[in-house]
């Protein structure tokens, strides 16, 4: 077999269409084209197809989880679902996963310290809450204890300032009713009660 032709893709500048035996047969991006050192002219045998289907489909899954990674950050088990939504084979998402780790772009419990600074900060969200969503993204359990043992979250504190911004609205100057919505957000009485006295 004879790598016949490499193609510049129109919509997409930085990808070319590579073309065994006058046949389309995948596409790269430049710096993988490079990488593999691929020219015009060049004999390939089955096993070094395979190896670069392997290679155009390890550098696929990559830029997919860029473009995934590029709206916010992920957990390693979001990344992992999103992979296997996406069909790939187990030692392509494996070698992702541990790519991606490897460049610092994921980091598991970085990601819940986040997770968590933000939920307090915007959600003003109890550690109930926090958890579930949390093991959502499918945390470990150990990292979830770690990071909210190392927040120390004050959860009267968030109460009573969810108290302040929801006191304004009308159904709400009801007590039971915003007992009720607290609860709801995973409080508990105790706490709701202690917010409510001060």
Do not use: P
Not at 147 to 163: A, F, G, M, P, Y
């Amino acid at each position: 077999m004879k790598l016949t032709k490499i193609k510049q893709q129109i919509k997409r500048t930085d990808r070319y269409s590579i073309f065994i035996d006058n046949k389309y047969s995948f596409s790269l991006s430049e710096a993988d084209l490079i990488k593999l050192k691929l020219s015009v002219g060049q004999d390939l045998e089955n096993s070094d197809l395979e190896k670069l289907g392997n290679e155009v489909e390890f550098s696929n899954a990559r830029n997919s989880c860029y473009r995934l990674l590029g709206y916010r950050a992920r957990s390693t088990g979001e990344i992992k679902d999103y992979l296997i939504r996406k069909k790939y084979e187990i030692e392509i998402i494996d070698k992702t996963i541990s790519y991606l780790t490897s460049k610092a772009l994921l980091n598991d419990e970085l990601f819940a310290k986040q997770w968590v600074e933000s939920r307090t900060k915007n959600k003003k969200s109890s550690i109930r809450q926090i958890k579930s969503e949390l093991q959502q993204k499918k945390i470990s359990r150990e990292i979830i204890n770690k990071v909210l043992e190392d927040e120390s979250i004050d959860e009267v504190k968030l109460i009573k300032e969810l108290i302040e911004k929801k006191r304004i609205q009308s159904k709400y100057q009801d007590d039971l009713k915003l007992m009720q919505f607290l609860a709801r957000r995973g409080f508990n009485y105790d706490k709701i009660k202690t917010a409510l006295e001060r």
